[in-house]
């Protein structure tokens, strides 16, 4: 698979930001640019994310790049729940997790409906690596996801917000809407 995504962040009216994934067999680069917000500067983030056959992820590099500050953070995963900085330190707070959500970008929601494989009306809950930017500080975040039918997943935030949204997928498991937040163009 060889493409390129287009999303528009939907959150802000008019969409002032966006994301541009060039997507290959196991490899993602990405580039977002997101417009200031609610005391939020505006930044540029730019991530790579490799993984095995198995959807997993093997290996996450992301920056952020603002007017007053830059940002860099090296994940090295086994794909077996252990992870470690660049530099081999480990992140033992992240044991158990397979999978990694990068705020705001749609792409990561595809890892968990790609490796988990469920069937109409099947349900699971997991933890994941989040990484909000732009302080791409790593922490673990309980979600779930629902398959309602091929096309449909119901993604669940099982932490204190309780967010959840209908996601329309393709059929490659890729978001193509993500009610009030994106829209692929």
């Not at 989040?130 to 993604?155: C, F, N, S, W």
């Amino acid at each position: 698979m060889n493409r390129v995504l287009t999303w528009e962040g939907i959150w802000q009216a008019p969409a002032a930001s966006w994301e541009r994934l060039q997507l290959q067999d196991g490899r993602a680069d990405s580039q977002l640019r997101v417009a200031a917000a609610d005391g939020q500067p505006p930044y540029q983030l730019e991530y790579r994310l490799e993984w095995d056959s198995a959807w997993c992820l093997r290996e996450a590099e992301l920056a952020v790049e603002a007017e007053s500050f830059q940002r860099h953070l090296l994940l090295l995963a086994d794909g077996k729940g252990h992870w470690a900085l660049g530099d081999g330190s480990p992140l033992a707070e992240l044991d158990g997790c397979l999978d990694i959500d990068i705020w705001p970008s749609p792409f990561t929601n595809t890892f968990p409906i790609r490796r988990l494989g469920l069937g109409d009306g099947q349900a699971a809950e997991l933890d994941v690596v989040y990484i909000e930017a732009p302080q791409l500080k790593p922490v673990r975040m309980r979600q779930g996801y629902t398959r309602q039918d091929a096309r449909h997943y119901l993604y669940r935030n099982l932490e204190g917000s309780g967010f959840q949204a209908l996601l329309e997928v393709d059929e490659h498991g890729l978001v193509l809407d993500y009610p009030t937040l994106f829209r692929r163009v």
